[in-house]
């Protein structure tokens, strides 16, 4: 069963850069599209981006567009959300997870996530 797990959160200032990671231990990523997720305190969890399969399709919610950036390298079975000019409001828990449907044309910020992994702190203070 896929299990994903999420590194790379901290506590960073203003304006500074993250770089998350999602991979899994044992199973092979190549055929999944990955969703970036994040939770704020006190509010629903949110889509962020996702990633296609082959890394060819993606997509940003508006409030991360242009900052954030999803990318992958199936043969380190590893996808990373680069974050850039980080902000206050980015606050929150990020997961990742993996779209159920398998490998779809093109990756969706539906709810149609599954295997998600217990989540990396990120912590943008002003």
């Known amino acids: 069963q896929l299990q994903l797990v999420e590194s790379g959160g901290g506590s960073v200032q203003t304006g500074v850069s993250l770089r998350l990671s999602c991979g899994s231990a044992d199973v092979s990523l190549r055929y999944y599209a990955i969703g970036w997720f994040r939770q704020a305190p006190g509010k629903e969890r949110e889509a962020i981006s996702c990633?296609?399969?082959?890394?060819?399709?993606?997509d940003y919610a508006d409030a991360v567009k242009g900052r954030f950036i999803v990318s992958r390298d199936n043969a380190k079975n590893m996808v990373y959300l680069q974050m850039e000019s980080l902000k206050p409001e980015d606050t929150g828990v990020y997961f990742c997870?993996?779209?159920?449907?398998?490998?779809?044309?093109?990756?969706?910020?539906?709810?149609?996530?599954?295997?998600w992994g217990q989540g990396t702190r990120v912590t943008v203070s002003s």
């Open positions: 997870a993996a779209d159920w449907r398998p490998s779809p044309p093109v990756c969706t910020l539906l709810p149609l996530y599954t295997s």
């Open positions: 990633i296609g399969s082959s890394g060819e399709s993606s």
